[in-house]
């Protein structure tokens, strides 16, 4: 075992995306519990009544909130249930969510007790200190972890693919980001990061639902809401009945979680980026997909598909010019990173590219990637995990791998020491 | 065919034992037989009996060895709390070990916990070396703790590099102050070691700033590339190799010059070794070649070793004296071939370069000799004489087939002639179609012009004498096919 340099002391890995919470054990290939981060919710006390009691009074009503967390969570149609996601732009935004959510992973789907083992949390690496002081006082105060450690997602990831060094592209659900890690260490000063993948879902939705000549705009309408359906020609209007019952007791934000998601598939199981660059000819060569959504409409998609994967590597100028804040698609993050880094680094980060996080599952993704790559740096090498778990959940292996080896146990922060230093100890030990 | 016990017995004439013992004896033999030897099968046993080859006795079949995993005693483990002597707290986690391993055991990853060294000073020795007007004390102290809690990786140590209140310093300004300060320090602090190991230190502490500024802007220089001016320097790379091998053989080829026309006095190495190894044997070649053309022509320079076997020796007085007394007899090698490697004679056996007779005569020559009983294909005694001998009896018979021929030749003209003789006196003259083959004639040889009259007579006559016309045209055709070979083979000696 010493061999391996690995000394498993049953520590938990929890890694927390915009679309997934994953936990498990230290020292396993895949985690054991995978649940949603939106969770569903209703307000089983009055708000209004919270509203003029005070400050005192919110943080009460909110543990009042009655939650649905995990895979029947907001999937689940539930009459007045919200949906609410605690992550904002990869950053936990409320973090009154989070201990449920890390409750229910660790207690309710993997079945231990936090206050038993040391627990290893991951951040991306623009996270504030204000945040991660906050993970840790989650951690300590109301889990009663003995020991707790926060990693960066873009070290994980690197060492996920076994290099101390590399160059990390990580495209997730709401954040695209370009991490250069030496050593083990994050260059703060290299990172560069947008909200790249909202604007490729955007740009997916407004294809859907804007009428072309050739159809009408698409009803996203998820598959809750739909009591029967019949099936139609292509392109044929879909003949299917709304569950009218349902209806008055859909959220707002439940419809938007459901069409989301409806986008999200499409988009997955159609999208496709070219491999060589825009090409219209190349693009016409392509066959059209077909898909199929859930009110019974099925039509075939050609250019869009191409289209709308573009947008991860090209944005068109038109766009540029009606958007200034546009988010920076990815040959322009890496160039900002490579830009803000030193000379003697972009060879050994060139060669070292690690692609991961499910938004480079997209199809053609890494082929693009490595032909745009290919231009400018003739020895770039790619490191893209075939297997999807490993490209999804990149962030939680690494932090698999850290937290079994017997030479890292000297970096948690012990209870004592929280207990002596406060907050300050988290800065000073995760560096 | 075993011998029993009773022949060996009546051979070494020795009396027939007594019947006590015999029946024990009988009775021996039967179990030695039948106990059959490890490793073998029964029925194979049965069939090859006692005499067995000793070989299969020795491979005993086995089935595959079970791979040994640890002795195969189970192994007892535990989950026991362990301290890590690389944290100040006393945090104990648990993990699983032998239950064999001793209760107070070191925990087995301290040794890996490696401080990074990294100087510190007093005030007092920042006051007296370590004064720098471009960094303050508070700035230096920072930037040792950062070096420190980075292990000085200087990558890490430039991007988390934040003093407030500082100017922004970039990598190799860090990087040039914390050398710089180790270098002071290890100078002036009492060392403990010898002057070759302090020079040693200093030495891994230099750095030098602007050799490192220029050497990063020429990796900025060499990234910034265009593909245009990529290209451009691999051709300009290639040119100048291309020049530069030019170069070499025009030296080469000058100093082989110089060699050839100056000798040793050219002052040239007379060997070149630079030559890789399959150029070596062309080389050698070279070499005696021109030893041998030296040897021809400048016979005043001694030195030149004299290596070259096809030289023809001046026969002098001296030489002719000296064969005669050893009974050397020199063959002078044939000067009609051309000094060529095929036509260099080595040592041989008489014998194996027996004369033979010309490929187109030789039927006719054989059968000659036959004629006359003389076998000249084996020579017993292949001495010198013995082969001059049967050369000039293979010329004589050459001639005699040769003379032969003629005589034929002639003989049949003559009957011919006759017969035609016979015919102008028997009958008159027919003029018209011995014109039209006069005209032929005209084209043809001299020789053949003789058959080719007599066919045109006689072929309005009979059937037998228009073969005789193709035999003369066969003839004919030899004739020049011969002349042709042979003037291909006096353009071949031209040539070379």
Known sequence: MVNYGGDEVSALVVDIGSSSLRAGYAGDDTPKAIIPTSYGYHNTGGDEAMD?????????????????????????????????????????????????????????????????????????????????????EIMFEEFDVPAFYIANTGVLNAFAAGRGTALVIDIGKDMASVTPVVDGFVLRKGLSYSTLPKLVHAHARHILSNPTPMRRGIELLPHQLITNKESVDLNAPPRFSIREDRIAGTTESWRIWAENREVDEWLMSVGTILEQGWNDVAAAQRPAKAYEFPTGYNTYFGPDRLNVGEQYFHHPPALVATNPNLPKHVPNLILETFRSCDTELRQVLSSNVVVTGGGTLFNGFVDRLSSELGRSFSHAKIHAPGNPVERRYGGWLGGSILASLGTFHQLWISKEEWQEHGKAIVGQRCK | MAASAADVRSILS????????????????????????????????????????????????????????????????????????????????????????????????????????????????????????????????????????????????????????????????????????????????????????????????????????????????????????????????????????????????????????????????????????????????????????????????????????????????????FDAANCIVRTDPPTTVPVTKAAHQPAHLRSYKLPVPKAAVQPKITAALAELGISHSRLVMPTRDNIMQLESLLEATTSLVEIKRVVDKVEYDIRVLKTRLGMRESQGVEGRPGEAMDVDEGHEGDVVGEDGRAQSVLSTRSARSRKQTRRSMSISSVDTSGTATTRAGTKRQKRS
Not at chain 2, 82 to 103: C, I, M, Y
Not at chain 2, 199 to 207: K, N, R, W
């Open chain 1, 52 to 136: 003029v009691e005070g400050s005192d009074a919110t943080q009460k009503s909110r543990s009042m909130k009655r939650m649905y967390i995990g895979q029947n969570g907001p999937s689940m149609w539930r009459e007045g249930m919200e949906v609410a996601n605690p992550m904002v732009d990869g950053l936990i935004d409320d973090f009154s969510a989070i201990p449920p959510l890390i409750e229910h992973a660790l207690v309710d789907v993997m079945r231990c007790r936090p206050s038993e083992h040391p627990i290893l949390v991951t951040e991306p690496t623009w996270n504030t200190p204000a945040n991660r002081e906050r993970m840790a």
């Open chain 2, 14 to 321: 020795i009396p027939a034992p007594s019947l006590a013992a015999g029946p024990s004896q009988q009775k021996k033999q039967p179990t030695t037989q039948t106990r059959k030897p490890e490793g073998i099968s029964r029925e194979l046993y049965s069939l090859i009996g006692p005499s067995a080859p000793s070989l299969v006795t020795l491979s005993k079949p086995r089935l595959k060895q079970k791979p040994n995993l640890g002795g195969g005693s189970k192994v007892k483990w535990e989950c026991r709390a362990f301290k890590n002597p690389g944290r100040q707290d006393s945090l104990e986690l648990r993990h699983w070990v032998r239950a064999s391993t001793a209760e107070d055991a070191e925990y087995p990853f301290a040794k890996y916990n490696v401080p990074s060294n990294v100087f510190t000073y007093s005030q007092d020795e920042y006051t007296r070396f370590l004064e720098d007007k471009e960094w303050t004390k508070e700035e230096t102290d920072y930037l040792f703790s950062v070096a420190r809690d980075y292990d000085v990786r200087w990558f890490v140590v430039h991007d988390r590099y934040n003093y407030i209140g500082g100017v922004p310093r970039s990598i190799d300004d860090l990087k040039d102050r914390y050398y710089s300060v180790c270098r002071k320090l290890v100078r002036n602090r009492p060392w403990a070691g010898d002057e070759t190991s302090k020079a040693q230190t200093i030495a891994s502490y230099l750095f030098d700033k602007e050799r490192e500024i220029t050497r990063k802007k020429y990796i900025v220089s060499l990234e910034n590339r265009t593909p245009e001016q990529i290209a451009e320097e691999e051709a300009l790379f290639i040119e100048v190799k291309r020049l530069e091998q030019n170069e070499r053989r025009f030296k080469k080829e000058r100093d082989e010059l110089l060699r050839t026309i100056a000798g040793i006095e050219s002052g040239l190495p007379d060997i070149v070794e630079d030559e890789g190894l399959s150029n070596l044997a062309i080389d050698t070649k070279k070499k005696k070649n021109r030893g041998s053309v030296m040897d021809a022509d400048s016979p005043a320079i001694p030195a030149m070793p004299v290596s070259a076997p096809i030289v023809k020796r001046p026969q002098t007085a001296k030489n002719a004296a």
